[in-house]
């Protein structure tokens, strides 16, 4: 009996490289005792910590506890970029309830409740006019989950677009960081470092939204920012100001979309930047997304979990 994963070496060692220091607290939540960790070789404890999971046969947790650490960018890299081309609602094998966490993509069979939001979240997406769309609502009234299983896979489905997700503040506080290593696996010629120099030094966003959709002409590339109140809670002050400045300049760029959740009660904290403010004012711009209330009889059903961020 396996846990049904299965990834490449190229994935595994993507994981070992770019964990680095964080790997003490991931084996701390996977209570992985002090006396396995001491037998990890030094400077190779991801690889110690993958195979610890790999023989117990217990990979299938690696995702939700990288989500717990706040490395969210390695748990994108553990997701399938597709959902499963077999699965339907009536089939679904998984756990419909991991918690408070959002839906992945690879989850739309059984996320529902979402239709008409999703679909006017496409239709703006569509129009060439909205380049920057906020997603509004307050804790746990689903952005998230509207975003990665509601319009993600339906986009997959339609074709012509790429797409990528990142958290401001999910790698140290620096939101630059965040997205090159979002924008890496769509850059296979770019390192991260390169990638964040042009971002940083020259803003150059539009050479790098080229070479991304270089093999698919006439496509667009939609840039999902999650949870962007970490640009006010977790990122360098420092930063702050330049990376609204790039956002302004991704807002400009042909073939671009730039797509974020943001909790309502940080939507005064964007109004105190300027390019921020510029983006939110345009119309269609804006789009509050309202909590729902579930009944009682389905307080722990699949609903309530499609509510939620």
Not at 148 to 166: D, H, M, S
Not at 237 to 246: G, N, Q, S, V
Not at 256 to 261: A, E, F, K, S
Request: aromatic fraction near 10%; hydrophobic fraction near 40%.
């Amino acid at each position: 009996m396996t846990d049904g994963m299965v990834y490449s070496g190229k994935t595994k060692l993507e994981f070992c490289d770019r964990l680095g220091p964080d790997w003490q607290r991931l084996a701390d939540y996977l209570d992985i005792s002090q006396s396995d960790q001491e037998r990890f070789a030094q400077g190779e404890e991801p690889r110690g910590i993958w195979d610890w999971l790999y023989r117990r046969r217990e990979l299938a947790r690696l995702s939700d506890a990288l989500c717990f650490v706040r490395r969210e960018d390695l748990a994108r890299l553990l997701e399938p970029e597709h959902p499963p081309a077999n699965t339907t609602k009536s089939t679904w094998g998984g756990c419909p309830y991991p918690g408070l966490l959002s839906f992945k993509p690879s989850e739309t069979a059984i996320f529902f409740g979402r239709s008409a939001e999703t679909e006017e979240l496409l239709q703006r997406l569509r129009d060439p006019g909205n380049r920057f769309i906020a997603a509004v609502g307050a804790s746990g009234s689903g952005k998230s989950s509207l975003v990665r299983a509601g319009v993600i896979p339906r986009l997959e489905e339609k074709g012509g677009w790429r797409w990528t997700r990142l958290t401001p503040g999910e790698i140290n506080d620096d939101p630059f960081l965040a997205l090159a290593t979002a924008l890496k696996p769509l850059l296979q010629d770019y390192a991260v470092r390169q990638i964040h120099t042009r971002l940083t030094e020259t803003g150059d966003i539009g050479g790098l939204v080229r070479a991304a959709l270089a093999e698919q002409p006439g496509a667009k590339l939609l840039v999902f920012i999650d949870q962007f109140e970490e640009l006010f809670i977790l990122s360098s002050e420092a930063h702050r100001l330049p990376f609204t400045i790039l956002l302004g300049r991704m807002a400009a760029t042909a073939g671009l979309r730039i797509l974020i959740t943001l909790r309502a009660d940080f939507y005064q904290r964007c109004l105190d930047y300027p390019h921020l403010t510029a983006l939110l004012r345009r119309a269609q711009a804006s789009f509050p997304l309202h909590t729902r209330t579930c009944p009682p009889c389905t307080r722990w059903s699949p609903v309530r979990r499609a509510l939620r961020d």
